[in-house]
């Protein structure tokens, strides 16, 4: 391919398992009465906004492959399994069968290597997809049929700190966007996590019980909202320099990197976020945003 390549869209997009589980698709086993619905109305939200966009492939940044040294990507074709939430098993036990671009995989750990990040690609055909990537492709793509390039989460936040961390997902993010510009594709970016994290330790007896739900306290609220607030306006240089305090003061699922790695695959935009939704998930907050880098670049 002799074009440039290019994000078409960037998409925060969290991956709590009640969502599929709500959803009761065929590949996942336990059945539910629904749940959680502005959030799965805020996935079908993104659904109908990206569907006028033509791309080659899914780059995720997943919190749930935890690699402790360095970062790691797929490296192997296809994956056939089945994956269980190690936390909530009654939920999430889904088969699932999907495709790689080793190819970009491979050009992102390459530029990722020579900026001097410790990488790896993971070459066992027998690796174990975990939840997060599954459930944050099915809800933004249920039809499977792009291929995906996975990027573990590098546990710097709890090696070192939210800085050192954020300091390397910079400079993934931006390998992130040279590999893709000069492989010629299209891709959509995920950051797959959610915000505020602090959650509660008792299920109820049906887990769907949308009695039960709400944001765990108001500190987490707040913390929510000035964090969306500042995507929702384009001010992602303010949004990187308060993650660390946010990360720390709500336990937020930022600590995985994965948003950090996509503001700065998006080379900090200015232009306007959009929301599709916000809502709890055992108490922890989660919203579901898009980048529409196309829209942006006018
Ligand atoms: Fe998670």
């Known amino acids: 391919m002799s074009e440039k390549g290019k994000i078409v869209m960037g998409a925060l ?87 790689v671009d080793v190819e970009l995989s491979r050009e992102i750990h390459n530029i990722a290597e020579k900026e001097g990040l410790h990488v790896k690609m993971m070459e066992n055909p027998d690796f174990r997809i975990d939840y997060g990537t599954i459930t944050s492709c099915h809800l933004t793509r249920p039809e499977w049929d792009k291929p995906i390039v996975v990027i573990s989460s590098n546990r710097a936040s709890s090696y070192f700190s939210h800085e050192i961390m954020q300091a390397n997902m910079l400079k ?52 929510d909202m000035k964090i969306i607030n500042l995507m929702l306006k384009g001010k992602n240089r303010e949004l990187i320099d308060i993650m660390p305090d946010f990360t720390e003061q709500t336990m937020a699922e930022t600590d995985a990197g994965s948003l950090t790695w996509l503001i700065s695959a998006l080379d900090f935009p200015k232009y306007e976020a959009k929301i599709h939704a916000y809502g709890s998930v055992i108490g922890t907050g989660n919203a579901i945003i898009e980048w529409d880098s196309e829209r942006g670049e006018k």
């Open 172 to 223: 993934l993010g931006k390998a992130t966007r040279e590999a893709i510009e000069k492989s010629g594709k299209r891709a959509l970016l995920l950051s797959s996590n959610s915000l505020s994290h602090r959650h509660f330790t008792v299920e109820p007896e049906l887990p769907e019980d949308m009695s039960k739900e709400h944001v765990t306290n108001h500190n987490q609220y707040i913390w």
């Open 13 to 99: 997009a969290p991956h709590p398992p009640h969502l599929v589980y709500a959803e009761n698709p065929p590949q996942n086993e336990p059945v539910s009465e629904g749940g959680w619905e502005e959030l799965r109305w805020g996935y079908e939200r993104l659904r109908e906004s990206m569907s006028d966009k033509e791309f080659d492939v899914i780059v995720i940044h997943t919190p749930h492959w935890q690699t402790f040294i360095g970062t790691h990507f797929l490296g192997v074709e296809n994956f056939k399994s089945k994956s269980v939430d190690p936390v909530f098993p009654n939920l999430f036990r889904y088969d699932y069968d999907l495709n």
